[in-house]
Nanobody
Framework: QVQLVESGGGLVQPGGSLRLSCAAS????????MGWYRQAPGKQRELVAV???????NYGDSVKGRFTISRDNAKNTVNLQMNSLNVEDTAVYYC?????????????WGQGTQVTVSS
């Protein structure tokens, strides 16, 4: 079992920045992926950024060049630095963990943290 604790989020003006953090605890496999998805009202959950502990990274098209994901593998934490935020970035952001070794590659989701971009 993996537990995820998110922090960060809140209200920011367009053009501003925010930082999200997520810490994983429990049974952490040696090969895993951690990152963030988001879901805006009336829309499907979409990829923001995910990083494998090897360093391989995948970003959603809408955030490339503005958001940066980073990990501390020793602490099992993942951070998301969000710059140049715009109103379309308003959503609930979910921390994500995937075990890449266990059969079925189980996923775990955080409870979500609200990010609101508004003037």
């Amino acid at each position: 079992q993996v537990q995820l604790v998110e922090s960060g989020g809140g209200l920011v003006q367009p053009g501003g920045s925010l930082r999200l953090s997520c810490a994983a605890s429990g049974t952490i496999s040696s090969v895993n992926a951690m990152g963030w998805y988001r879901q805006a009202p009336g829309k499907q959950r979409e990829l923001v950024a995910v990083m494998v502990n090897s360093g391989d990274t995948n970003y959603g098209d809408s955030v490339k060049g503005r958001f940066t994901i980073s990990r501390d593998n020793a602490k099992n934490t993942v951070n998301l630095q969000m710059n140049s935020l715009n109103v379309e970035d308003t959503a609930v952001y979910y921390c994500y963990f995937r075990d890449l070794i266990k059969y079925g590659r189980p996923q775990t989701w955080g409870q979500g943290t609200q990010v609101t971009v508004s003037s």
